[in-house]
């Protein structure tokens, strides 16, 4: 999947990455996408999407961020809501909140916020056991 690295971020091969704002390249607004997107520019506004977004060392992002799975090499101001995983490498500065099941900190990143852990899925339901009805801890008959 990963085609190599560039400044400790991955960096997907050709063929898996859907988009890429450059180093140099500045852009404000709503991006929405599928896939894989690198940010190596500037951008400020909105993020959202169900795939992998990549924020390398040279980036400044400003924005509200909600995706599938974040890794983070540069700078990032705002939140980050990742349904899946973020990961802070060691050249990630990020001010704002984190919400995610998942949290990777490389040593040396810095990271100024609150992070809120969720879950993956919703607790399982109550679940009956084929032999009858739930037993009472601590007893080998069946609850009354």
């Not at 890794?71 to 705002?78: F, K, L, S």
């Not at 490498?89 to 990777?104: D, E, H, K």
């Amino acid at each position: 999947m990963i085609g190599g690295k560039k400044n400790n971020v991955p960096v997907p091969t050709s063929g898996e990455l859907n988009a890429l704002l450059g180093q140099g390249s500045e852009f404000e607004g709503k991006l929405s996408f599928e896939g894989t997107v690198r940010i190596d520019g500037t951008f400020r506004g909105d993020i959202q999407s169900q795939g992998l977004l990549m924020i390398g060392e040279s980036a400044v992002v400003e924005a509200e961020i909600l995706v599938d799975t974040a890794v983070i090499g540069g700078e990032v101001r705002g939140n980050i809501t990742a349904k899946s995983k973020i990961e802070l490498q060691a050249s990630a500065r990020v001010t704002g909140n984190l919400s995610t099941p998942a949290l990777v900190v490389k040593e040396g990143a810095r990271f100024d916020g609150q992070c809120q852990m969720q879950n993956r899925e919703r607790p399982a339901r109550p679940v009956t056991l084929l032999g009858g009805p739930a037993q009472q801890e601590g007893s080998n008959s069946p609850a009354p």
